[in-house]
């Protein structure tokens, strides 16, 4: 089977610093793909290619064997939504905010759709609440209801739990193994939380200076890490 996205030599940079240089990375169809490493690593940059918000400046990223440009048709941008760390939700209330991509793409009743998604990640009784009124866990979790009731292909994750308290972290990772688990999503998590990562994906690859250092399955990755500064992260050691 094709990989979704497949990157030969993608480099990225600003300023004449590289934050991107990536050799190979192939992400398959319906898997759960965790990226770790710390601060400053190019993970969130990395996304930001990945959802075609930027592009590299040398080397190819390929979605569904179409290599990543300005001219890559909208229905293929369409089939890939990001969660970022810090949501930006519209001065609206909370189901209006959650219909907003569905409305986008024509479909006006989406009423049922919109509710079952709430209902689905403990926001039902908050659809006319407004957004801007949200704790920082109701309003993450609006913004993941905005992200899966387009149902997308490709599920791009910034950080979606990071300082959220334990209530809202389950919630979020639970409706993520749903989605995951439904077999129609690829999922891409990009995370500083070690045991996020462990819990919820099938491989894990460790990101440092722009490089992807190792990817494995999460359990080779975590109990017989191959590359000393993998080690190093994974036993909660500095690295940069």
Aim: proline residues 5%.
């Amino acid at each position: 089977m094709a990989p979704v996205f497949r990157l030969e030599s993608a480099k990225k940079s600003y300023a004449g610093r590289t934050v991107v240089d990536i050799d190979r990375l192939e992400i398959d169809p319906g898997e759960f793909l965790a990226i770790v490493g710390p601060s400053g690593a190019g993970k969130s940059t990395l996304l930001r290619l990945l959802n075609f918000l930027e592009y590299p400046d040398s080397g190819k990223i390929y979605y569904a064997g179409q290599a990543s440009s300005p001219a890559l048709p909208l229905e293929l941008r369409r089939q890939v939504t990001t969660v970022f760390q810090r949501p930006v939700l519209l001065r609206d209330n909370v189901e209006n905010n959650v219909a907003y991509g569905l409305r986008l793409r024509g479909l006006r009743d989406c009423h049922a759709e919109v509710r079952a998604v709430l209902g689905r990640l403990g926001l039902g009784k908050l659809h006319r609440a407004q957004a801007r009124s949200l704790s920082s866990g109701e309003a993450q979790r609006v913004a993941l209801a905005r992200a899966i009731v387009l149902q997308p292909a490709v599920l791009l994750l910034d950080e979606p739990s990071a300082n959220l308290d334990p209530y809202n972290i389950g919630l979020i990772e639970d409706m993520l193994r749903e989605i995951h688990q439904a077999g129609r999503t690829t999922v891409l998590l990009v995370t500083h939380n070690i045991f996020q990562a462990k819990r919820l994906a099938q491989r894990t690859a460790l990101m440092l200076e722009g490089r992807i250092i190792e990817i494995s399955p999460t359990s080779e990755f975590f109990e017989n890490p191959r590359d000393r500064r993998t080690r190093a992260f994974v036993n909660g050691e500095m690295i940069y």
